[in-house]
Nanobody, 131 residues
Framework: QVQLVESGGGLVQTGGSLRLSCAAS????????IAWFRQAPGKEREGVSC????????YYADSVKGRFTISRDSPKNTVYLQMNSLKPEDTAVYYC????????????????????????WGKGTLVTVSS
């Protein structure tokens, strides 16, 4: 069964850290670009960070640059989003999504425009940052 499963969300105080995981089953994540999106209540979905398929390209939204890091663990077929220095405005449901064959050249576009074109989506994990 093909699926993406996010985990690692929770409640954290301002300035704290969380690491989100996106584990894939039924397909190999190395063949896919990975995007982390988030959606806060009453707001549009935002591409937070993206990772290309095989050439290590990354993209970070300005709102998280310098605080979040995306990485891939190929043997575990998992992608992570390390989130540091969390702020209340980071509160949202975080989703990971996969799109096949995304190069470094296209990784920014996947984050900014790719929400409607991803091949697979997880169900999301809630991150709440208290002030």
């Amino acid at each position: 069964q093909v699926q993406l499963v996010e985990s690692g969300g929770g409640l954290v105080q301002t300035g704290g850290s969380l690491r989100l995981s996106c584990a894939a089953s039924g397909f190999t994540l190395d063949d896919y670009g990975i995007a982390w999106f988030r959606q806060a209540p009453g707001k549009e979905r935002e591409g937070v960070s993206c990772l290309s398929s095989s050439d290590g390209g990354t993209y970070y939204a300005d709102s998280v640059k310098g605080r979040f890091t995306i990485s891939r663990d190929s043997p575990k077929n998992t992608v992570y989003l390390q989130m540091n220095s969390l702020k209340p405005e980071d509160t949202a449901v975080y989703y990971c999504a996969a799109d096949r064959g995304v190069s470094r050249r296209d990784v920014q576009g996947m984050c900014v425009y790719g929400g409607a074109h991803m091949d697979y989506w997880g169900k999301g994990t809630l991150v709440t940052v208290s002030s």
